[in-house]
T-cell receptor, first 115, second 113 residues
């Protein structure tokens, strides 16, 4: 079956530090890849996505590149802010018939950024 | 426009009771998904609706769980004879037909005592 593995948290960084959250996947097919973010007290929000190999998704200073050869989609940001403190989820979707694009999520990585 | 809404935001019930959780998707979104997120885990797929019909219910854990979407808009997730292990956050998401990107509601936090 499909699965997503992301680095265990929590991750604590100082403001302006460089962030990497690793994500690898296993899929029977050619998935689309996503990063979702969950800020404290809020629902899941799409952060960025990539739909094919070598695509780079980007948003709010975050980037992730779809690497088919290493089945990875690592999240990076050059300079984190306190407001980036949240839980980050890597996810994939494969079309599973009848219009369904059900998501398979990793366990999430909690990021805390301290001033 | 309005996002996905879910009610109640919190639900506390006793073991063995019946609960209903409601999801109101974004207007015009024909696809609707339910997920369950246990503490410290990522969301796990439960069921998918395209319009009024449950096109994929392969994620429902057992026959105590059931969901409906009678008019192709609002959906209700129903849990019979609740167990303590059902305690989790239940998330609803919607999307346009044949679109990958899903928009999530804030979730309903269910606690079974």
């Amino acid at each position: 079956g499909n699965s997503v593995t992301q680095m265990e948290g929590p991750v604590t960084l100082s403001e302006e530090a460089f962030l990497t959250i690793n994500c690898t996947y296993t899929a029977t097919g050619y998935p689309s890849l996503f990063w979702y973010v969950q800020y404290p007290g809020e629902g899941l929000q799409l952060l960025l996505k990539a739909t094919k190999a070598d695509d780079k998704g980007s948003n709010k200073g975050f980037e992730a590149t779809y690497r088919k050869e290493t089945t990875s989609f690592h999240l990076e940001k050059g300079s984190v802010q306190v407001s980036d403190s949240a839980v980050y989820f890597c996810a994939l979707t494969l079309y599973s018939g009848a219009g369904s694009y059900q998501l398979t999520f990793g366990k999430g990585t909690k990021l805390s950024v301290i001033p | 426009g309005a996002g996905v809404s879910q009610t109640p935001s919190n639900k506390v019930t006793e073991k063995g009771k019946y609960v209903e959780l409601r999801c109101d998707p974004i207007s015009g979104h024909t696809a609707l998904y339910w997920y369950r997120q246990s503490l410290g885990q990522g969301p796990e797929f439960l069921i998918y609706f395209q319009g009024t019909g449950a096109a994929d219910d392969s994620g429902l854990p057992n026959d105590r769980f059931f969901a409906v979407r009678p008019e192709g808009s609002v959906s209700t997730l129903k849990i019979q004879r609740t167990e303590r292990g059902d305690s989790a956050v239940y998330l609803c998401a919607s999307s346009r037909q044949d679109q990958e990107t899903q928009y999530f509601g804030p979730g309903t936090r269910l606690l079974v005592l």
